[in-house]
């Protein structure tokens, strides 16, 4: 029997970090992630296949609502 991992809850830099998706314009893969507003850079966090990947993602750093996607 596979029991689903309970999430661990995480926390990031609100004030210097935004949470965003960044989606390939050729094969349509997503990353969720965060990305630095002052440098511009971005940190990778998790693969996106599907909306339960994206509810882990939102629920493990306590994210409501839309979330922006970049290319």
Request: proline share 1%.
């Amino acid at each position: 029997m596979f029991f689903k991992k309970k999430s661990e809850k995480k926390t990031y830099d609100k004030e210097n970090k935004k949470p965003v998706i960044k989606a390939s314009i050729c094969n349509g893969e997503q990353v969720a992630g965060f990305l630095d507003v002052h440098m511009g850079t971005f940190e990778e966090v998790m693969l996106i296949r599907d909306s339960e990947d994206l509810f882990q993602f939102k629920d493990t750093y306590g994210i409501s609502g839309d979330i922006e996607k970049i290319y």
